[in-house]
């Protein structure tokens, strides 16, 4: 069982950065592929970015590639996602997910969810 709890949202300006963490409970969290995602009001939940177990390997959104930049702290149990050059558009509740490194791919299949962080920007 993992237990994730998410922080460093806010309510920021067009063209704004946030970083955002993700705090893991997990014993052997490099044992896990982590990813973000992002939920707008009245949308699905949306792929965000994702780092494979060593950090080694990244995955992002069409929409915020060039401008998010995921990363993990294994030491620290923590995953991280820089956010620059934001826009309106990013306004989202964004959650953390663990899922085990075996699982392929990096955009679906995660078993464990934070309660998520409220991101507003403002234009």
């Known amino acids: 069982q993992v237990q994730l709890v998410e922080s460093g949202g806010g309510l920021v300006q067009a063209g704004d950065s946030l970083r955002l963490s993700c705090a893991a409970s997990a014993r052997t969290f490099s044992s896990y592929t982590m990813g973000w995602f992002r939920q707008a009001p009245g949308k699905e939940r949306e792929f965000v970015a994702a780092?494979?177990?060593?950090?080694?390997?990244?995955s992002y959104a069409d929409s915020v590639k060039g401008r998010f930049t995921i990363s993990r702290d294994n030491a620290k149990n923590t995953v991280y996602l820089q956010m620059n050059s934001l826009k309106p558009e990013d306004t989202a509740v964004y959650y953390c997910?663990?899922?085990?490194?075996?699982?392929?791919?990096?955009?679906?299949?995660?078993?464990?969810w934070g309660q998520g962080t409220q991101v507003t920007v403002s234009s």
């Open positions: 780092i494979s177990w060593s950090g080694g390997t990244t």
């Open positions: 997910a663990a899922k085990d490194r075996s699982s392929m791919g990096y955009t679906r299949s995660y078993q464990y």
